[in-house]
């Protein structure tokens, strides 16, 4: 009898941990995950330094910019708006113009480069859509405990 109280308790004791963890997984992820659909072909890497930060950065902001280019290639303008950095403006137009620019370009294999920064909360960006051979020079700003896109007109101190 005791045993089967003890398995009770433990189990119990178990699935409120996983709970628990399940909560405190939600609460410090960011706050944009890839959809279902559609598929996006991207490599992100770092840029060749000397400074092993270049590479924690890299992946650091791997999340964010293949969300960017999945909602690119989809040409989903709200779902770029909504990976701009808090403190911008002009956000809606500059995801139109982005969408507009490099949007079918998005849907073939795509080269991200993670740049040397010069401060940890800036982090320019380099990405290359082999579809096209363009590329576009972007920056990347932490703010809250995750990484944004300067995207629009703004300070990028503004939330730091």
């Known amino acids: 009898m005791r045993r089967r ?3 009770w308790c433990a189990g119990g004791v178990l699935v409120a941990a996983l709970a628990a963890g399940g909560v405190w997984w939600n609460w410090i992820r960011a706050p944009y995950a890839l959809a279902d659909s559609p598929r996006i072909d991207v490599t992100v890497r770092a840029e ?7 590479r924690e950065t890299a992946e650091d902001v791997d999340t964010l910019v293949r969300v960017y280019v999945q909602r ?3 040409g989903d303008t709200e ?10 403006q002009g956000v809606r137009a500059a995801a139109a113009d982005a969408v507009h620019t490099y949007g079918k370009a998005a849907s073939g294999h795509v080269e991200v480069t993670v740049l040397e920064g010069v401060v940890d909360y800036f982090n320019p960006i380099r990405v290359t859509f082999e579809k096209t ?3 576009q020079e972007l920056l990347l700003v932490k703010d809250g ?3 944004w896109l300067a ?6 101190a503004g939330g730091v």
């Open 5 to 7: 109280v003890f398995l």
């Open 48 to 54: 060749r330094s000397r400074y092993p930060d270049v």
């Open 72 to 74: 690119l290639g989809a």
């Open 79 to 88: 779902g770029l708006t909504r990976l701009a950095a808090p403190s911008y």
């Open 133 to 135: 051979g363009q590329q």
């Open 145 to 147: 405990g995750h990484w």
């Open 151 to 156: 995207l629009g007109e703004g300070d990028p």
